[in-house]
């Protein structure tokens, strides 16, 4: 039998840091080298099945993407709410994008349960000839966080680990939230695109109208 589970994952970090790249990488397997900013709010659905300890399990993720800029930070903490998961992501060719992970996190532990799973995610390194933040450098500066247990490095124009990384996520929700005993580190068995139900319409419809008048958010994806 396989249970399905919905988790809603926030992705955080500062303009130019790599977040829609990396959701358009993880939903729909693509990079481009102009993908266009968010503005105000992007939102995608995908369906994962991976293998548990007993049994297969379905994950619905909810992955909400917000725009990076200081005008739209105001959006963050409605959205956070609900959260089971929160990416903090920085660009490693960029040392201001490292120290702004700061304003991210204490945004986050001021508005998310306080249970909430929290990544810290290293973007482009692909890019190693602009580098401006080191590995070492990116872990020192995250020590004080006793949450991170490691930074993840990736790459969205080859791929590298991001699946894995919102696979690390998956398994740290579902064993906290003692939906399963262990998530073997096994595998992401199937990946599913967008869907559309009854309960994601009704949510949809609700953000629409509470942000129509004041916000840009992509539904385009769901139309």
């Not at 900013?37 to 993407?65: M, P, Q, Y």
């Not at 020192?140 to 966080?145: A, I, M, R, S």
């Not at 490095?153 to 690390?168: H, I, R």
């Not at 199937?190 to 629409?208: F, I, L, T, W, Y």
Request: hydrophobic content about 35%; some cysteine.
């Amino acid at each position: 039998m396989v249970n399905l589970l919905k988790y809603k994952i926030i992705i955080a970090g500062s303009k130019d840091s790599g977040k829609t790249s990396l959701i358009a990488r993880f939903c729909d397997n693509i990079f481009k080298e102009d993908m266009k900013a968010t503005i105000g709010v992007d939102f995608k659905r995908k369906i994962i099945t991976v293998e548990g300890s007993h049994n297969e399990i379905s994950i619905e993720l909810n992955i909400w993407d917000f725009g990076g800029e200081e005008k739209y930070r105001t959006l963050f903490p409605a959205y956070a709410n609900g959260a089971s998961a929160a990416f903090v992501l920085f660009d490693t060719t960029s040392k201001k994008s490292l120290e702004d992970i700061d304003n991210w996190i204490k945004i986050i532990d001021e508005n998310a349960y306080p249970n909430i799973v929290k990544q810290i995610i290293a973007t482009k390194i692909d890019l190693e000839s602009e580098r401006e933040v080191s590995k070492k450098g990116a872990t020192d500066f995250c020590k004080k966080y006793d949450w991170c247990k490691e930074i993840t490095s990736t790459s969205s124009k080859t791929g590298e680990n991001v699946e894995e990384a919102f696979l690390y996520v998956v398994k740290e929700i579902v064993v906290k939230d003692g939906e399963i005993t262990a998530v073997t580190s096994g595998t992401l068995l199937r990946a599913e695109g967008k869907v559309k139900d009854h309960v994601h319409e009704e949510m949809m419809d609700e953000v629409k109208a509470h942000w129509r008048d004041h916000y840009s958010i992509n539904f385009n994806n769901y139309a």
